[in-house]
């Protein structure tokens, strides 16, 4: 089963600021099978991107996703109000995916 | 427009069996590529990917958990159902169901169902004597 780390534990950032958010795997995630999450308190979560950088539908161009292999990274170049939430990282290119334990982005 | 929507018991026993229904609408899980996933998350922890089922009802499961889970679906009345053996109160967590769906890459390769692009509202199950 794939491990996926996410680092740091905790982003705090004043709103403007740009935020980089990293997930790392045990081993390579095969064609880039990888995606984001964000989720607020007493929500669902909602998916932002798939495939390591392709943007799901209606996600703001402020969020992008990169890398591959074992390293993936998730950006949010301005921080919005709305954006201050929990992420996580999931892989689907083995038989069985994992979610990351998440980071939390709060406001400095 | 895609919704789904998680019920079931929001209290069940220790050692007691745990079915969870997903009634969707919006697609058909007959139709190629699409699949339904469950996904819970105990409180203020983090998402734990249970099982996903596909249009050709081909599975997956959490390989800690894949002796306990089954998973199944019923496309006449557009459902999945989950069940859970042995219940334990680590159990306890909100349950949630999602869609999945097949997609081409940046590269043009066509890859099978693994993200979820919409949830439901999640189900709030304690296991508890």
């Known amino acids: 089963e794939i491990v996926l780390t996410q680092s740091p534990g905790t982003l705090s950032l004043s709103p403007g600021e740009r935020a980089t958010l990293s997930c790392r795997a045990s081993?390579?995630?095969?064609?880039?099978?990888l995606a984001w999450y964000q989720q607020k308190p007493g929500q669902a979560p909602r998916l932002l991107i798939y495939?390591?950088?392709s943007r799901a539908t209606g996600i703001p161009d402020r969020f992008s996703g990169s890398g591959s292999g074992t390293d993936f990274t998730l950006t949010i170049s301005r921080l919005e109000p709305e954006d201050f939430a929990v992420y996580y990282c999931q892989q689907y290119g083995s038989s069985s995916f994992t979610f990351g334990p998440g980071t939390k982005v709060d406001i400095k | 427009q895609i919704t789904l929507k998680e019920s079931g018991p929001t209290l069940v026993k220790p050692t007691q069996t745990l079915t969870l229904t997903c009634t969707f609408s919006g697609f058909s899980l007959s139709t190629s590529g699409v699949g339904v996933g469950w996904i819970r998350q105990p409180p203020g922890k983090a998402l734990e990917w249970l099982a996903l089922i596909y249009w050709n009802d081909d599975k997956r499961y959490s390989p800690s958990l894949k002796s306990r889970l089954t998973i199944t679906k019923d496309t006449s009345k557009n459902q999945v159902v989950l069940t859970m053996t042995n219940m334990d109160p680590v159990d306890t967590a909100t349950y949630y169901c999602a869609h999945s769906r097949s997609y081409y890459d940046s590269s043009g390769y066509y890859q099978l169902p693994g993200f979820f692009d919409y949830w439901g509202q999640g189900t709030l199950v304690t296991v508890s004597s």
């Open positions: 081993q390579s995630v095969s064609s880039s099978y």
């Open positions: 495939g390591a950088s």
